[in-house]
C-alpha cells in the first residue's frame, strides 16, 4: 500500500516559516517527480513545486520562487518543503503527491495523493 503522510502545518505569522514534510512508503518513487499542492478556501488546487526523485531537478510556481525550498531525503524517503517569508496568501492545505510528469501546470500525472496538512499565516 503506497502512503504519502504529509505533516508540518501549522498557524504562523506573516513573514515566518513553516517546513513541511511528507514521508512516502509502499513502493520506489525513483520513476517519479514529488510535489505539493496546495488549496486555499474557495479556491482551485494549485501546484507549489516538485522536485524529480532520481535526479533532483526543481521546479516551483512562480509565486513561491525564493521564499520555498523544496528537497528530498531519499534514503528516508521523506520530502519537504521549507517555507520563508509566509504571506496570508499561502494560507491553505498543503498536500504532497507523486506524478510522472512536470509541464507548464506543474506536476501532473499524479499517481499518488497524500492527505493534506494545514497551513494558516496570520496577517
Known amino acids: 500500500q503506497v502512503l504519502l503522510v504529509a505533516s508540518g502545518g501549522g498557524l504562523v505569522q506573516a513573514g515566518g516559516s513553516l517546513r513541511l514534510s511528507c514521508a512516502a512508503s509502499g513502493r520506489s518513487f525513483s520513476n517519479y517527480f514529488m510535489g505539493w499542492f496546495r488549496r486555499a478556501p474557495g479556491q482551485e488546487r494549485e501546484f507549489v513545486a516538485a522536485v524529480n526523485w532520481s535526479d533532483g531537478r526543481i521546479y516551483y510556481a512562480d509565486s513561491v520562487k525564493g521564499r520555498f525550498t523544496i528537497s528530498r531525503d531519499n534514503a528516508k524517503n521523506t520530502l519537504f518543503l521549507q517555507m520563508n517569508s509566509l504571506r496570508p496568501e499561502d494560507t491553505a492545505v498543503y498536500s504532497c503527491?507523486?506524478?510522472?510528469?512536470?509541464?507548464?501546470?506543474?506536476?501532473?500525472?499524479?499517481?499518488?495523493w497524500g492527505q493534506g496538512t494545514q497551513v494558516t499565516v496570520s496577517s
Open positions: 503527491a507523486a506524478g510522472g510528469v512536470v509541464n507548464s501546470g506543474g506536476l501532473a500525472a499524479v499517481d499518488y
